[in-house]
DNA sequence: TACACAATAT
DNA sequence: TATATTGTGT
């Protein structure tokens, strides 16, 4: 068959050749998914290890710019590759797996994974996967305003290492109505005329500290550090450390860890749908 | 003192 | 509701 024989317009380029590292330890379902992901027009690099894609993932963190992963593998379980990769650089990974039982979904979608696809895949479940791309690239701006057309910051030139993080990426407007804007890290409050009897004789110079938003993003981080220490070991102050965000403090991963507990033990709802589709 | 953790406040 | 702050024990 002519495999390549879809010529969709090519206006825009980019789905096209969207560089895809597919990571599968089953060598026929490696082979099918490579075969379907090319025949998305998407250019496709395939190993069977976890380790090996870990490897060529670090090696050269440009060259890909999304992940699919199994879960079940010998030689590293598909979260620990989720987990690393989230905490070490910025990629939307997917994963894949028979099991499609509820809780090892939530697993995979509370580790950070951005999508979680049932296997045998589809082709059309492929077709769409870029969108995962596009989706981080806007999750660290602001896009309540369309008039914001400042293109983000392409994260392969500027992100060799562990460039400093900051805070200021709240994307989560998860009501459609119009989200008050969150005051983001000016410093420009000047008069807060309340009527309010407050005493506090704070310094003229002191702003008000912004309160962290956890996205997306920085809660990869948070899983990823937690995970990697083990959740008897993840306390706040080893959890900030590792996941070495800029102006993060003890204080805020210590209270997103108590909330995190809650989660775990299940009891309070989890709002990970939320994360999926804004 | 520094920290973790739970409770409470905003 | 989400995050910050406070209180208490180690």
Request: net charge negative.
């Amino acid at each position: 068959m002519l495999s390549g024989a879809l010529r969709m317009e090519e206006r825009d380029q980019f789905p096209v050749g969207m560089r895809v590292l597919a990571v599968d330890d089953d060598p026929v379902c490696l082979k099918v998914l490579e075969t379907l992901l090319r025949r998305c027009q998407y250019h496709v690099t395939a190993t069977n290890q976890a380790i090996t894609a870990l490897k060529l993932l670090r090696e050269n963190r440009d060259m890909f710019d999304l992940v699919i992963s199994d879960v079940h593998m010998p030689d590293m379980d598909g979260f620990k590759l989720l987990e690393l990769v989230g905490l070490e650089m910025d990629l939307p990974v997917i994963m894949l797996s028979v099991n499609g039982e509820t809780k090892t979904v939530m697993k995979g979608i509370a580790h950070g994974a951005c999508d979680y696809l049932l296997k045998p895949v589809r082709i059309e479940e492929l077709r769409n996967i870029w969108q995962h791309v596009v989706r981080r690239k806007f999750s660290s701006r602001e896009r309540s305003n369309l008039e914001f057309s400042k293109e983000c910051n392409k994260p392969s030139s500027a992100d060799t290492e562990h460039g400093p993080n900051q805070l200021t990426c709240g994307s989560s407007d998860q009501n459609g109505r119009i989200s008050k804007k969150r005051k983001e890290l000016h410093s420009e409050e000047v008069e807060e005329g309340d009527d309010n009897d407050f005493q506090e004789n704070d310094e003229p110079s002191a702003a008000k500290k912004p309160r962290v938003v956890w996205s997306v993003e920085l809660h990869r981080k948070f899983v990823a550090a937690v995970n990697q220490l083990g959740i008897d070991k993840a306390v706040p102050k080893r959890i900030l450390e590792l996941m070495n965000v800029e102006k993060l403090t003890r204080e805020n991963v210590a209270s997103h860890l108590q909330v995190w507990h809650l989660i775990l033990s299940q009891i309070i709802r989890v709002p990970f749908l939320l994360f999926m589709s804004s």
